[in-house]
């Protein structure tokens, strides 16, 4: 079992920068790919990027390419995501997940609680 809190979240207007953490409880983090969803106001929960379980392959959705940045230190039991050029649409509760099989848009065995991202134009 892992537990996942999340952390960084908060207001910043169009253009700017965020960056979020999530730290994972127990000895075995580097045991789980790790990812990062979200989730608007009356939409469905979204995939947005996830990182494999030594940081060699990352994924991302296509709406945060080039924009998002996902990383892991194993050492810290921790995974952040860099997010610049924010956009208005980017607004939503971020969630930290992690599954020990799948990696990308079916993961999520594991959840923590969010972090809500508003971005302001």
């Known amino acids: 079992q892992v537990q996942l809190v999340e952390s960084g979240g908060g207001l910043v207007q169009a253009g700017g920068s965020l960056r979020l953490s999530c730290a994972a409880s127990?000895?075995?983090?580097?045991?789980?790919?790790m990812g990062w969803f979200r989730q608007a106001p009356g939409k469905e929960r979204e995939f947005v990027a996830a990182?494999?379980?030594?940081?060699?392959?990352?994924y991302y959705a296509d709406p945060v390419k080039g924009r998002f940045t996902i990383s892991r230190d194993n050492a810290k039991n921790t995974v952040f995501l860099q997010m610049n050029s924010l956009k208005p649409e980017d607004t939503a509760v971020y969630y930290c997940?992690?599954?020990?099989?799948?990696?990308?848009?079916?993961?999520?065995?594991?959840w923590g609680q969010g972090t809500q991202v508003t971005v302001s134009s």
């Open positions: 997940a992690a599954d020990r099989v799948s990696f990308g848009r079916r993961m999520g065995n594991y």
């Open positions: 127990g000895r075995t983090f580097s045991s789980y790919n």
């Open positions: 990182i494999s379980r030594d940081g060699g392959t990352t």
